[in-house]
């Protein structure tokens, strides 16, 4: 396969940068904002919980899916491949993993609690489901924005020394 050349290979390492930056610093706002929601309305508890379900879907899983994408992009057209290192391959578990928890629980749980707000106002802080969406999203939510940041922080490192070949 034909390898990127290196002004290539610095646009890709721009754009990977800027997606893995949206992916954090959106998981990050979430995370955030969710440990500081007093809201004093049902309306205003609405606002909040859509706005982070806003910055979810179109911060977070552009993020994402970008980060995916330029992976896909680095592995393919430079040296690095797709497991020649094994800090690379504990990137893509977590990137696998950290996509696909953030697909299932941790989105829906967040966008369900926007849509329980909507119907129900403050009311939705008596809401069993409600209450449990947010315990998870307090919890797992931390998790992931730890992953995603180790991941950034083995990229930087590189502490594992390449994989040694067969004999």
């Known amino acids: 396969m034909r390898k990127l050349t290196a002004n290539g290979q610095k646009w890709l390492k721009i754009f990977h940068l800027f997606f893995v930056a949206l992916w ?25 919980l859509s706005t982070m379900d806003f910055i979810d879907w179109y911060v977070i899983v552009v993020g994402a899916n970008g980060t ?23 990137k893509w578990i977590i990137l696998l993993a950290g996509i696909s928890f953030g697909t299932y629980p941790l989105g829906p749980w967040l966008s369900g609690m926007a849509e329980i707000s909507r119907t129900q ?30 991941a950034a922080v083995i990229s930087v490192l590189k502490p594992w020394k390449k994989k040694l070949k067969s004999s």
């Not at 954090?24 to 909040?48: C, M, R, V």
């Not at 939705?124 to 797992?140: C, G, P, S």
Request: hydrophobic letters at 50%; glycine letters at 10%.
């Open 24 to 48: 954090i610093g959106g998981a990050f706002s979430i995370n955030l904002k969710q440990f500081f929601l007093h809201p004093e309305t049902g309306d205003e508890l609405y606002g909040i």
């Open 121 to 150: 106002g403050l009311g939705a802080f008596h809401n069993h489901t409600f209450l449990h969406n947010q315990k998870m999203l307090m919890i797992f939510g931390i998790i992931q924005l730890c992953t995603i940041l180790f």
């Open 68 to 90: 995916l994408l330029t992976a896909l992009l680095y592995s393919i057209f430079t040296k690095w491949g797709w497991f020649k290192h094994r800090w690379i391959t504990v």
